[in-house]
């Protein structure tokens, strides 16, 4: 009968608020930390240069790789064996080779004429 009923309730909140408050301050903190570190990356010219150098070098690399691929199928043995083909389908079917061969022979022979 010597409490109060209202003074041990407000010393349970005022603890409650205590708490709240320092895992708002933790958080806080930890925010300002990321943001700090965030800043700290984009002042580091020396690592973005490192990591856009990085990403090139990847780029180049995947580049030349695409280019001699497609240089081994444009090399002479490819070159021979659709010079291989092209002349098996002429002997095959004669007729569209030397409908080409005399068109070619027409558009060669107008040009020089036109000089």
Known sequence: MGQDPSTGSAAVTEAQETEQLQREIEQTREELGDTVEALAQKADVKAQAKQKLDETKVSVAQ??????????????????????????????????????AAFAFGFLAGRITKR
Not at 70 to 80: I, L, M, R, V
């Open 63 to 100: 580049k030349t790789e695409q280019l001699l691929g497609k240089a081994k199928q444009a090399s002479p043995d490819g070159a021979a064996s659709a010079a291989t083909q092209a002349s098996q389908k002429a002997r095959e079917n004669p007729l569209p080779a030397a409908a080409a």
